[in-house]
């Protein structure tokens, strides 16, 4: 193998390491930093309505609902209105479904 294609074989395996670290750090995020970092802040708080409803409202209305999470995560992922008020949240398609998971998981334990 001559030299370039050994850099090549050394820079994917490193890229491969990072990106495999990368999702491992996510599994194990916490949760109101990752809704931080993904932007959920900016319009949702813990107890107060900002913008969107407090995450405590939100768990309180989906406590012990069938299918909830899956119905938030995907709410979360595609955006919607009508259910909190007129203000409609938009889309997350930038924010992983492994994060979402995360949030949303953390949110229907409050």
Same mark, same amino acid.
């Given at each position: 193998?001559? @030299?370039?294609?050994?850099? @090549?074989?050394?820079?994917?395996?490193?890229?491969?390491? +990072?990106?495999?670290?990368?999702?491992?750090?996510?599994?194990?995020?916490?949760?109101? /930093?990752?809704?931080?970092?993904?932007?959920?802040? /900016?319009?949702?708080?813990?107890?107060?309505? +900002?913008? !969107?409803?407090?995450? @405590?409202? +939100?768990?309180?209305?989906?406590?012990?609902?069938?299918?909830?999470?899956?119905?938030?995560?995907? @709410?979360?992922?595609? !955006?919607?209105?009508?259910?909190?008020?007129?203000?409609?949240?938009?889309?997350?398609?930038?924010?992983?479904?492994?994060?979402?998971? +995360?949030?949303?998981?953390?949110?229907?334990?409050?």
């Amino acid at each position: 193998m001559n @030299k370039m294609n050994k850099m @090549k074989m050394m820079l994917l395996a490193t890229s491969a390491t +990072v990106l495999s670290l990368g999702a491992v750090a996510t599994a194990s995020a916490d949760p109101v /930093a990752l809704a931080t970092q993904r932007g959920c802040m /900016a319009c949702h708080q813990l107890e107060t309505k +900002v913008v !969107g409803p407090a995450y @405590k409202e +939100v768990a309180a209305k989906y406590k012990g609902q069938e299918g909830a999470a899956e119905m938030l995560a995907a @709410k979360v992922k595609a !955006g919607g209105s009508g259910v909190w008020g007129p203000v409609p949240m938009p889309p997350n398609a930038h924010v992983s479904d492994e994060d979402i998971k +995360v949030i949303v998981d953390w949110l229907l334990t409050l």
